[in-house]
């Protein structure tokens, strides 16, 4: 069995530098669609405003797009150093789509960012629109395959185990493709990016609006973020609702500790809008509910029942029992792979091999173990139920939240009154972190919320780690976050440099400014 520390260790490692790579990812997805449609406007109606304004935002859009790809490359690497055994366990399956990723999205991505930055002036307008346009159609390809490869590992679709070879193996991958998870979280992953860049160039041109420099382009940059960004920010939250219905069905445990649920209550049932849950205790020390609105939130109905933490543990107990005769059967397989017997009850029982694997950690003879050991796989069943729960909360909030500055700022913006409310423009400087903060938030409930599953169901993560030492681990760990904190130093000295220097590095490139200060000294507004 694998020392608790080490695997320990190698999960806060992982998590660590997903949280990270996970800073980049978001703003790299929305503001590759945000260039298209900037350039799109400018090609259409042939203003040069429009042409500096995509300009500027692509300097940010690669400064964030480089250190992304520095981040995320060595967690591609840590599957095999830190995760050898679930890299052997899945590899058929999960690295699939990993390569695809590679070879068509990330290859397309990294080829036309270099023709869109460099191009301007050797491309046609039309043609350097199109190259936009795959820049942002590569970049949302990787994350479907990174999210498929994901999916995976919270539905594990279109894949069976062979007890011959004691691995999985991909069995269907239209299965692997089109499972409803990745299908959802593709989207809402995707649209939640175009909300941290709708939130990111809003800030930022408010700041403009504020200093009153490069008025013109921030001007009109605020108008197209907020107008994007209220689109973007209303899918979010839809389409979060329809991904909570699919995950609810799928991973019962996570969506009982989102909620909060410890015991089982008749429908219609409340939602917690605020509760302190005690994971020993398993209760909510104090809470705040709404009545009704938890069936109607995941069942759609006022008759619907959401499986409690109680309820979910009994059925893990009964899939424990059912999951020792795999266990036992894989061990007598391994010794003798041609024994019918073994064979026969491997299949009769396969469904909750998992379930088998889970109390193997305490019993590494599945058929000696106790009843007070199969309990405490059961409880390990449940996910940490506290941080599951607030981050959910933080991350239904702060959406909520950007919805409602969206739909004022594009009143405000259509009124031509937003640059009077300075307040309001403080305001979305003050947000630029906002739907960062989001997203992160939804990656633990997603991740957090599937343990104690590297594959949700199939295997547990206490198999799945390598058998490295508890120093190793430390070293790693340090190296990666020291290496890691000086990317995000470097990624806000640059952001914060260009954003100084502005879309013009001489001082006689922004006439428009010129123009405004003109007018509102006249009593217009230009």
Do not use: C
């Not at 960004?229 to 445990?253: K, M």
């Amino acid at each position: 069995m694998h020392d608790i520390n080490v695997v320990d260790l190698s999960r806060l490692q992982f998590a660590l530098t997903a949280l990270y790579h996970y800073l980049f990812v978001p703003l790299t997805l929305g503001m590759s669609f945000m260039l298209a449609a900037m350039e799109t406007v400018y090609v259409t109606t042939g203003k040069e405003i429009y042409k500096r304004i995509t300009q500027f935002w692509s300097k940010l859009f690669l400064i964030n797009f480089a250190l992304g790809v520095a981040t995320g490359l060595t967690m591609e690497f840590e599957f095999g150093t830190n995760w050898s055994f679930y890299s052997s366990f899945v590899g058929d399956i999960f690295g699939a789509p990993l390569a695809i990723e590679g070879l068509m999205a990330f290859f397309m991505e990294s080829t036309f960012v270099g023709l869109m930055a460099f191009g301007w002036d050797r491309l046609k307008r039309g043609q350097h629109l199109a190259v936009t346009y795959l820049v942002a159609l590569g970049s949302n390809l990787s994350a479907l395959w990174i999210l498929i490869a994901n999916s995976f590992m919270q539905t594990p679709h279109g894949a069976s185990f062979n007890p011959t070879t004691m691995r999985m193996e991909l069995s269907s991958f239209t299965d692997l493709i089109f499972s409803p998870d990745a299908q959802a979280k593709f989207v809402h992953t995707s649209i939640a990016g175009y909300v941290t860049a709708a939130m990111f160039v809003a800030g930022i041109s408010a700041w403009y609006l504020l200093k009153q420099r490069h008025v013109d382009l921030a001007r009109r940059s605020f108008r197209m973020a907020v107008l994007f960004g209220v689109l973007a920010t209303a899918g979010v939250i839809t389409l979060g609702d329809a991904l909570g219905f699919i995950g609810g069905q799928a991973q019962p445990t996570k969506l009982a500790a989102m909620e909060g649920l410890w015991k089982t209550q008749p429908a219609p049932m409340p939602f917690n809008l605020i509760a302190f849950p005690s994971q020993r205790d398993q209760t909510n020390r104090g809470e705040v509910q709404v009545p009704y609105v938890l069936s109607l939130l995941v069942t759609h109905s006022l008759t619907g029942t959401v499986p409690s933490i109680e309820e979910l543990e009994k059925e893990a107990v009964a899939r424990i029992h059912n999951g020792i005769p795999a266990v036992a059967a894989l061990q007598r397989l391994a010794a003798d792979p041609h024994n019918a017997g073994a064979l026969a009850q491997f299949n009769a029982h396969e469904k909750d091999l998992g379930y088998g694997f889970l109390v193997q950690r305490y019993a590494p003879d599945v058929t000696q173990a106790t009843d007070a050991q199969i309990a405490t796989a059961a409880r390990d069943a449940i996910p940490q139920v506290a941080p599951i729960f607030w981050s959910f909360r933080v991350m239904v909030a702060l959406g909520l939240f950007m919805l409602a500055y969206f739909v004022l700022a594009v009143i405000y913006t259509m009124r031509n009154r937003v640059e009077r409310k300075r307040w309001f423009l403080k305001l979305a400087v003050v947000m630029i972190p906002v739907p960062f903060l989001a997203n992160e938030a939804g990656w633990v409930v997603a991740e957090l919320g599937r343990q104690p599953w590297t594959v949700y169901g199939v295997l547990p993560t206490w198999m799945s780690a390598s058998t490295h030492s508890v120093g190793y681990m430390i070293f790693s760990l340090v190296g990666f976050v020291s290496l890691y904190t000086i990317f995000i130093v470097v990624e806000m000295y640059l952001m914060v440099r260009a954003i100084r220097q502005g879309p013009d590095s001489h001082p006689d490139a922004n006439p428009s400014d010129k123009q405004w200060q003109a007018g509102r000294m006249a009593g217009t507004e230009a």
